[in-house]
């Protein structure tokens, strides 16, 4: 989603022109960028709920507007910062292009980096991710049309949903209380999230109380619908929630995706296949190493590094006295040692 076309975020003064008029601090209050947010908002909601008529929701809608609330909200914040944060290079900003709305604006990664790391604003991995995906799938769908899991694409919207409700009031609260129709507007939105909210965890519950009943631990979030509701097992496995399926691979990548992109995965103990992460979260809450080949958990301290290899390996299979090798690097030494008995 690269060189966006900047949303209109302040065209009605010049950045700074505030100190010429002796407007003070409080003339940012107008700018509309907030009022647009919300806007949006109400129209995602009404997208993402079945109407009274029980039609479906209307995913492709949600997504599109929710993009283009992220955006404008996400900006917004960081306008307030500096003016300058909202273009894609910083270093080239001038009030003239602001003022103009003539510039190419930060990416919503962008953006979030920016909240974090300047602004100080916390947002979590997993709203992060979220806003990532949403992105995409905006993405997907201006070109290719809705490809993707449409209950994963729901479920995401939800979670980006939420965020921008909670970073409206806490980030960008003073419009809300000087205007009583966007606090009422805000409340619709709120009501609506949570109905929406609602029927997932329903889902969820009936989920929970049946086919992953006693089952946590072996039940993984799924990395695409973010919800606790895939089912571990050797051969690939889906999620009970929004269906898709999990090849060993796939579900390996996925998994790493968030925080070691493109990094080789470890090999398995069990079954050899390059398919151990980390990153695997389970319903239990305990600390993994999973094997998405052969479904294998090992708590971390179950497992050391061979002296020879490097690789994972039961710490527990070394020999009183020896060092912690794999049974490969176990067999070859042992080879090596009983050729030189012979010489
Ligand atoms: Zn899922
Ligand atoms: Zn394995
Ligand atoms: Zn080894």
Redesign the pocket.
């Known amino acids: 989603m690269a060189n966006q076309p900047a949303e209109p975020l302040a065209p009605h003064r010049r950045p700074g022109s505030d100190r010429h008029h002796g407007a003070g601090p409080q003339a940012v209050l107008d700018f509309p960028p907030v009022p647009n947010g919300i806007d949006y908002l109400l129209t995602v909601v009404t997208d993402l709920l079945p109407d009274l008529a029980g039609k479906p929701p209307r995913i492709k809608y949600a997504v599109l507007h929710l993009q283009a609330a992220a955006e404008v909200l996400l900006k917004a914040r960081l306008s307030r910062v500096h003016w300058s944060l909202v273009f894609k290079d910083p270093g080239k900003a001038t009030s003239t292009k602001y003022a103009d709305a003539d510039f190419d604006s930060c990416t919503t990664d962008e953006a979030v980096v920016r909240l974090r790391n300047i602004a100080g604003i916390q947002i979590s991995q997993k709203e992060a991710t979220a806003l990532k995906d949403l992105a995409k799938d905006r993405n997907a769908l201006q070109h290719y049309g809705l490809t993707h899991?449409a209950?994963?694409v729901e479920?995401r919207a939800a979670t980006v949903l939420d965020f921008l409700v909670r970073f409206i009031e806490e980030h960008l609260a003073p419009e809300l209380s000087e205007s009583e129709s966007l606090a009422q507007q805000m409340g619709t939105v709120r009501a609506a999230l949570k109905l929406i909210q609602s029927f997932a965890t329903e889902r969820m519950n009936r989920l929970r109380g049946n086919e992953l009943k006693d089952a946590e631990g072996r039940t993984l979030r799924?990395?695409?619908?973010?919800?606790l509701?895939?089912l571990t097992k050797a051969t690939p496995c889906s999620?009970?929630?929004?269906?898709?399926n999990w090849p060993a691979y796939d579900l390996a990548d996925y998994l790493r995706a968030g925080r070691h992109p493109g990094s080789p995965l470890d090999e398995c103990p069990g079954c050899y296949a390059p398919t151990l992460t980390d990153d695997a979260e389970f319903a239990d809450g305990k600390a993994t190493l999973y094997c998405t080949n052969c479904a294998s958990r090992y708590a971390p301290a179950e497992l050391g590094n061979c002296a020879a290899c490097g690789c994972y390996w039961p710490i527990d299979d070394t020999e009183a006295g020896r060092e912690l090798v794999c049974a490969n690097c176990d067999r070859r030494i042992r080879q090596e040692e009983d050729e030189c008995s012979w010489m």
């Open positions: 899991n209950k994963a479920s799924c990395p695409d619908c973010q919800q509701a895939v999620c009970l929630f929004c269906g898709r």
